[in-house]
Each structure stands twice: as structure tokens, then as C-alpha cells.
């Protein structure tokens, strides 16, 4: 079982849907199971994120691993293009 935490919201800023689905679609190539939380639905839920990123700014998608802090998209992207996903996710 996964306990991979996407970070994401559903208000439609062209780009960060761009990038979301793209962490998405490559969990599901993976088929690494993992839970979506929509930032969109509180402000509270926002600040969490935030929070555990330590970047008052940060947008989503944020990607963790239960607890722990895999990286935003820029990681996840560089990860895919090294070929080191699961390393990226904690997972080996």
C-alpha cells in the first residue's frame, strides 16, 4: 500500500493542471497508488501545504511520500527525464 499525498488543486490555472496531470499520468504508468488533496477546498488545507514544503509560496502540485517531502514539480520533472522516479518517491 501507498501513501503518496499529491497536493493539487482544482481551480484551472492552465499550467499547474498541465503539470498535475502529468504527475498523475505518470503515478498511473507506475501504477503507484496515491491520494489527491485539493488545496481549493480551504484555505487551512493551502497553508498545510505550504507549511510542509517550508515555501510560503509554493503551488501545487507538491508530491510526499506519507510524511516526508519528495519535491514540486521542477523535481519530479527532472527525476522522470533521469529516469529516477521511484527514487524521486522514496520507494527504493
Not at 501513501?3 to 496531470?21: A, G
Not at 503551488?59 to 527514487?87: R, V
Request: glycine content about 2%.
Amino acid at each position: 500500500p501507498s501513501n503518496m499525498l499529491i497536493f493539487y488543486t482544482e481551480l484551472p490555472e492552465i499550467l499547474v493542471k498541465h503539470r498535475q496531470e502529468e504527475v498523475i499520468r505518470i503515478l498511473d504508468t507506475y501504477k503507484i497508488k496515491y491520494e489527491l488533496i485539493d488545496i481549493s477546498v480551504s484555505l487551512k488545507v493551502l497553508q498545510e501545504m505550504r507549511m510542509k514544503v517550508s515555501t510560503p509560496k509554493a503551488l501545487p502540485p507538491q508530491i510526499f511520500n506519507g510524511q516526508e517531502y519528495c519535491g514540486d514539480f521542477e523535481m519530479f520533472h527532472k527525476a522522470k527525464e533521469n529516469k529516477e522516479i521511484l527514487k524521486f518517491l522514496k520507494m527504493e
